[in-house]
């Protein structure tokens, strides 16, 4: 795919409606948990865990002391930005014709900032290259959570049980689970032993439930982006997890200079199109989540690739 964009693929009319079909993608992390205001300079979340119980004092008693532990979670923003070369024809045209494709592009990059959430803060991956991003560092789930189970393809069902286990014996809670396909497909092929039905109709054909089993639900292929081995994510999203974006500077056109190492702009004959958002998040509790992950001897079928 170009990341120069000519008039004569441009200026079309059609284009427009076949630019924002072939934009796909949102965010799991955004789904499951709620965004919360952030100041530029982030925001800190203090957390005061009780692991004591309350004591009954009777008539003349001591009051004896708890257990506790308070911890601060910072949330900073951080940067992401999406840009693309047009050539400077898209400045002779008229506003009510440039505006079809300022919200094309718009639209688009709404999708591709909302998939870099999860992929940035699921994997610790720059979704520009797949790189470990040294901005994220340990802020993700892949490095903050410790508590895993292994994926089946047979009975991902248990899967989830094993999960809520672990997370329940941490003192954790659960809201919410988000699903790779390969997890989501698994829990359609289920069939009953007798009749051979689905045990879970409501994953078949790639289908995306918005519940299951009493738990807000999303199948999104961010949560095994890349090489990664995770399947599903269960966990607190609605409360362990907090995310939010301070500033989300609006789409701008460039006619100057060189943004993107590509050249000069006026020598080209180009303009650039460019969105930044600032988005910050954190995990609150890194025991109310849980990793079902594949092992690596297992291999996809349908892509061939280590999953």
């Known amino acids: 795919m170009s990341k ?19 934009v796909k993608g949102h965010s799991s992390l955004a789904k499951l948990s709620g965004a919360v205001p952030m100041p530029f300079a982030g925001v800190d979340t203090f957390i005061f ?12 008693g001591n009051k004896p002391a708890g257990e506790a532990a308070f911890e601060n979670v910072t949330i900073k923003p951080i940067k992401f930005v999406y840009q693309h070369r047009v050539t400077d024809e898209f400045t002779k045209l008229s506003e009510e014709k440039q505006l079809p494709y300022l919200e094309a592009f718009s639209d688009g990059f709404a999708k591709k900032i909302a998939r870099a959430l ?41 899967n989830i049980d094993s999960a809520v286990a672990l997370i329940q014996t941490a003192d954790g809670d659960i809201s919410g689970i988000a699903m790779s396909p390969a997890f989501g497909a698994a829990l359609g092929a289920m069939k009953t032993a007798d009749s051979h039905l689905p045990m879970y109709p409501e994953f078949r054909f790639g289908a ?25 994510i269960v966990g607190d999203f609605a409360n362990a997890f907090k995310w939010g974006y301070s500033e989300n500077i609006p789409l701008e056109i460039i006619e100057y200079g060189d943004p993107d190492g590509q050249g000069d702009l006026k020598r080209t004959n180009q303009i650039v199109l460019r969105s930044e958002a600032y988005i910050g998040w954190g995990i609150l509790n890194k025991n109310s989540f849980a990793i079902i992950a594949a092992a690596a001897s297992q291999s996809n079928s349908e892509t061939g690739k280590i999953t």
């Open 118 to 158: 999860d992929i940035a803060a699921i994997h610790d991956v720059n979704p520009y290259d797949g790189a470990a991003s040294a901005t994220v560092g340990n802020n993700c789930f892949d490095k903050a959570v410790t508590l895993t189970a292994t994926f089946s393809t047979s009975a991902p069902d248990d």
């Open 4 to 22: 120069i964009t000519t008039s004569s693929t441009l200026f079309k009319p059609e284009l427009v409606t076949q630019m924002f079909n072939k």
């Open 49 to 60: 865990s009780m692991d004591g119980e309350a004591s009954i004092v009777g008539e003349g």
């Open 208 to 232: 995306n439930p918005a519940s299951f089993g009493g738990m807000a639900s999303d199948v999104n292929n961010t949560v095994s982006f890349g090489n990664s081995l995770d399947r599903a």
